[in-house]
Protein backbone atom coordinates (compact mmCIF):
# COMPACT_ATOMS: atom_id res chain seq x y z
CA UNK A 1 0.00 0.00 0.00
CA UNK A 2 1.54 3.40 -0.83
CA UNK A 3 0.76 6.38 1.63
CA UNK A 4 1.93 9.97 0.73
CA UNK A 5 2.69 12.46 3.54
CA UNK A 6 2.87 16.12 2.41
CA UNK A 7 4.11 18.69 4.11
CA UNK A 8 1.21 20.78 2.96
CA UNK A 9 3.57 23.12 1.01
CA UNK A 10 2.29 25.13 -2.36
CA UNK A 11 4.47 23.62 -4.75
CA UNK A 12 3.98 20.11 -3.68
CA UNK A 13 0.42 20.22 -5.59
CA UNK A 14 1.59 22.52 -8.32
CA UNK A 15 4.81 20.32 -9.46
CA UNK A 16 3.27 16.88 -8.24
CA UNK A 17 5.22 15.45 -5.68
CA UNK A 18 4.70 14.37 -1.87
CA UNK A 19 7.16 15.56 1.34
CA UNK A 20 7.60 11.86 1.37
CA UNK A 21 6.06 8.53 -0.01
CA UNK A 22 5.89 4.83 1.96
CA UNK A 23 5.34 1.49 0.51
CA UNK A 24 5.45 -1.28 2.43
CA UNK A 25 8.86 -0.91 4.95
CA UNK A 26 10.13 1.61 2.52
CA UNK A 27 9.99 5.50 2.96
CA UNK A 28 11.39 8.25 0.27
CA UNK A 29 11.80 11.68 1.53
CA UNK A 30 11.75 14.44 -1.25
CA UNK A 31 14.68 16.70 -1.28
CA UNK A 32 13.88 19.16 1.31
CA UNK A 33 14.73 22.55 1.88
CA UNK A 34 14.94 25.29 4.91
CA UNK A 35 11.34 26.73 3.97
CA UNK A 36 8.77 27.02 6.63
CA UNK A 37 5.86 29.22 5.90
CA UNK A 38 7.35 30.19 2.89
CA UNK A 39 9.92 32.01 4.50
CA UNK A 40 13.34 30.63 4.03
CA UNK A 41 15.07 29.81 7.24
CA UNK A 42 18.84 30.60 8.03
CA UNK A 43 19.56 32.89 5.12
CA UNK A 44 23.07 32.53 4.56
CA UNK A 45 23.97 29.78 7.33
CA UNK A 46 24.23 26.48 5.82
CA UNK A 47 24.34 25.37 9.06
CA UNK A 48 20.67 26.63 10.50
CA UNK A 49 19.75 25.40 6.95
CA UNK A 50 20.41 21.82 7.52
CA UNK A 51 19.30 22.06 11.04
CA UNK A 52 15.95 23.02 10.08
CA UNK A 53 15.88 20.53 7.06
CA UNK A 54 16.11 17.44 9.22
CA UNK A 55 13.97 18.76 11.63
CA UNK A 56 11.29 19.23 8.59
CA UNK A 57 12.92 15.25 7.30
CA UNK A 58 12.17 13.79 11.17
CA UNK A 59 8.63 15.48 11.04
CA UNK A 60 7.64 13.67 7.53
CA UNK A 61 9.45 10.41 9.10
CA UNK A 62 7.43 10.43 12.02
CA UNK A 63 4.67 10.70 10.66
CA UNK A 64 5.17 7.65 7.93
CA UNK A 65 5.90 5.83 11.82
CA UNK A 66 9.61 6.24 11.30
CA UNK A 67 12.30 7.83 12.41
CA UNK A 68 15.85 8.73 12.14
CA UNK A 69 17.08 5.94 13.09
CA UNK A 70 15.38 4.19 10.24
CA UNK A 71 17.43 6.00 7.96
CA UNK A 72 19.85 4.45 5.32
CA UNK A 73 20.44 7.06 3.02
CA UNK A 74 20.95 10.72 2.63
CA UNK A 75 21.81 12.91 -0.28
CA UNK A 76 23.10 16.05 0.34
CA UNK A 77 22.99 19.39 -2.08
CA UNK A 78 25.48 22.16 -1.05
CA UNK A 79 25.38 25.46 -3.25
CA UNK A 80 29.32 25.96 -2.07
CA UNK A 81 31.57 23.24 -1.09
CA UNK A 82 33.15 25.84 1.17
CA UNK A 83 30.34 24.97 3.77
CA UNK A 84 30.65 21.43 3.59
CA UNK A 85 31.72 21.47 7.22
CA UNK A 86 29.01 23.37 8.97
CA UNK A 87 26.70 20.98 6.83
CA UNK A 88 28.16 18.22 7.92
CA UNK A 89 28.43 19.18 11.51
CA UNK A 90 24.34 19.82 11.73
CA UNK A 91 24.22 16.54 9.83
CA UNK A 92 26.28 14.66 12.49
CA UNK A 93 23.94 16.10 15.42
CA UNK A 94 21.41 14.41 13.87
CA UNK A 95 22.74 11.33 13.16
CA UNK A 96 26.03 10.53 14.99
CA UNK A 97 25.32 7.41 16.14
CA UNK A 98 23.12 6.28 13.42
CA UNK A 99 25.70 6.91 10.59
CA UNK A 100 23.83 6.26 7.05
CA UNK A 101 25.13 5.99 4.17
CA UNK A 102 25.57 9.83 3.29
CA UNK A 103 26.82 11.89 -0.25
CA UNK A 104 27.25 15.24 -0.39
CA UNK A 105 26.93 16.90 -4.32
CA UNK A 106 28.07 20.33 -5.00
CA UNK A 107 25.37 22.12 -7.18
CA UNK A 108 25.10 25.01 -9.05
CA UNK A 109 22.05 26.55 -7.60
CA UNK A 110 18.76 25.41 -6.13
CA UNK A 111 15.19 26.89 -6.92
CA UNK A 112 15.50 30.55 -4.84
CA UNK A 113 19.32 32.37 -4.44
CA UNK A 114 18.52 31.77 -0.84
CA UNK A 115 18.84 28.01 0.04
CA UNK A 116 22.35 27.15 0.19
CA UNK A 117 21.33 23.48 1.35
CA UNK A 118 18.78 20.58 -0.07
CA UNK A 119 18.64 16.89 1.39
CA UNK A 120 16.93 13.72 0.49
CA UNK A 121 16.68 10.69 2.96
CA UNK A 122 15.54 7.24 2.58
CA UNK A 123 14.20 5.31 5.39
CA UNK A 124 13.43 1.51 5.76
CA UNK A 125 11.81 -0.27 8.78
CA UNK A 126 13.47 -3.17 9.99
CA UNK A 127 12.10 -2.73 13.95
CA UNK A 128 8.82 -5.03 14.43
CA UNK A 129 5.83 -2.77 15.56
CA UNK A 130 6.25 0.47 13.63
CA UNK A 131 3.22 0.35 11.26
Not at 42 to 71: F, H, M, R, W
Not at 75 to 97: L, S, T
Request: hydrophobic letters at 45%; charged letters at 25%.
Amino acid sequence: MRRNISSGAEWEDMVGYSRAVRIGNQIEVAGTTAVVNGEVVGVNDPYLQTKCILQIIQKALEEAGASLEDVIRTRIFVVNMDHWQAVGKAHGEFFKEIKPAATMIGVKSLINKDLLVEIEAAAVLFKSGKK
